[in-house]
């Protein structure tokens, strides 16, 4: 019976090499995203070096949000109906329990694009005057309608946005906006 069963082994070496890929390729993939992202602000007119501080900024500030303001929830009681004063409540009618909602603003997720963004327009305004300002904020108004549209509340989980809309209906915005010349063509 034992003569059925064949057991393969490849090594030691394939299996370490196979780590060693797979560390690789975490490793590599996110370089990549930072190298394009850093390609984009250098296209934009930064330099080299405020690129890639501003790609920093941006990754290390994601960990930091700045507090606005607390939402509190009050005491709720859950379920429907009358009960008489003798009965006792049922546990679906316990008030449940006080909550803080910290609503924050994120450093480089909303900050410091913002500010980048500012910066361009101004660079912008100079360059082509004042004309750009009208697109720009119909751009801005649209975008954000259709993101308000587009965004969905979750009991218990928060405000939850497509991941594609805003960015898709931002694209199209900006080509519909320019005159429909694509971007590329300069």
């Given at each position: ?5 064949q ?18 390729i975490i ?15 250098t296209r ?9 501080a ?7 500030g994601?960990?930091v949000?700045?507090?606005?303001y ?9 379920g429907?109906?009358?009960?008489p ?5 049922p ?9 803080d909602?910290a609503?924050?603003?994120?450093l ?9 963004s ?7 305004v ?5 004309a750009?300002l009208?697109?720009?904020f119909t751009?801005?108004v ?6 308000h549209l587009?965004?969905r ?5 928060g405000?939850?946005?497509p991941l ?6 931002a694209?199209?915005?900006?080509l ?5 010349i694509?971007?590329?063509q300069?």
């Amino acid at each position: 019976m034992n003569n059925d069963i064949q057991l393969s082994s490849s090594g030691p070496l394939s299996i370490i090499a196979i780590i060693l890929l797979i560390c690789l390729i975490i490793f590599i993939i996110p370089l990549i995203l930072l190298g394009l992202v850093g390609a984009a602000f250098t296209r934009l007119g930064f330099s080299r070096i405020t690129a890639l501080a501003v790609v920093l900024l941006m990754l290390f500030g994601s960990f930091v949000n700045i507090p606005l303001y607390t939402v509190r929830r009050d005491m709720v009681r859950v379920g429907t109906g009358s009960f008489p004063l003798n009965e006792s409540v049922p546990a679906s009618w316990a008030p449940q329990p006080v909550w803080d909602t910290a609503i924050s603003l994120n450093l480089g997720g909303a900050v410091i694009p913002v500010l980048v963004s500012v910066y361009l327009l101004y660079r912008a305004v100079d360059v082509l005057g004042t004309a750009i300002l009208g697109p720009v904020f119909t751009g801005i108004v649209v975008v954000a309608i259709i993101a308000h549209l587009a965004t969905r509340s979750i009991p218990g989980y928060g405000i939850k946005a497509p991941l594609f809309i805003p960015g898709l209906a931002a694209l199209l915005c900006g080509l519909l906006l320019n005159g429909g010349i694509p971007f590329w063509q300069g």
